[in-house]
């Protein structure tokens, strides 16, 4: 059931076409990683649990966010299913802020475009960070538009990676605690990363 799941929430061909986009782009080797459940929750101050401005109007922002639950549909299931099998579903648990810093953090405007985004990968190399933008990938990758970058980042500037914590750590302290799609996305990774943050760039 997880193996149908990734297969119909993550087509094959949207990450050679965002690792082609950037290699070209940046001239380094990049590892791509498609980024899962965007519904992210915030520790920032001016901003309320769910990323929105304190003060502001949040009900444009839920028919985004009905959007994109329909979209995680499919995951969701799979998981339950996986949580039933295991006995699991115990007691409420207090979930981690996935996303913290201080007020105008540096890490709150590549969120508010990722937030919007449709088919969020996360794109690093040795010297830089992206976030980029693919549309559904439920799609066949020939139906959907060109990858496009939403955000960017490159030396000193850059937020350090920590494949090993799932982070992204900008300069003024803000982090961003990464959710990766699928286990499909996790042992993508395992072919590049060694424990504890040794990274083997592809060549």
Same mark, same amino acid.
């Given at each position: ?92 648990? &207090? ?6 810093? #201080? @007020? *105008? $953090?540096?890490?709150?405007?590549? /969120?508010?475009?990722? +937030? ?16 980029? &933008? ?6 066949? #990758? @020939? *139906? $959907?538009?060109?990858?496009?970058? /939403?955000?960017?980042? +490159? ?33 993508? /990774? ?14």
């Amino acid at each position: 059931m997880e193996a149908a799941a990734d297969a119909a929430q993550v087509r094959p061909g949207f990450r050679e076409r965002v690792e082609a986009l950037m290699r070209e782009h940046w001239r380094e080797p990049v590892i791509v990683l498609r980024l899962g459940d965007t519904d992210l929750r915030f520790a920032v101050p001016g901003r309320r649990e769910d990323g929105t401005v304190e003060g502001s109007q949040p009900v444009l922002r839920a028919f985004g966010n009905v959007a994109r639950g329909i979209g995680a549909a499919v995951g969701f299931v799979a998981y339950l299913a996986s949580a039933a099998g295991s006995g699991g579903g115990g007691g409420k648990t &207090e979930r981690a802020a996935d996303v913290t810093g #201080p @007020a *105008d $953090a540096r890490v709150l405007e590549p /969120l508010d475009l990722l +937030r919007r985004a449709k088919g969020p990968w996360l794109v690093c190399s040795p010297s830089s960070v992206a976030l980029v &933008e693919t549309g559904s990938t439920y799609v066949d #990758p @020939a *139906d $959907a538009p060109e990858p496009r970058v /939403l955000w960017e980042a +490159r030396g000193p500037g850059a937020p350090e990676v920590s494949f090993r914590k799932r982070t992204l750590t900008w300069p003024d302290g803000s982090r961003f605690k990464f959710p990766l799609q699928s286990r499909t996305e996790e042992r993508h /990774l395992r072919q590049f990363h060694e424990y504890p943050d040794v990274v083997h760039w592809p060549r």
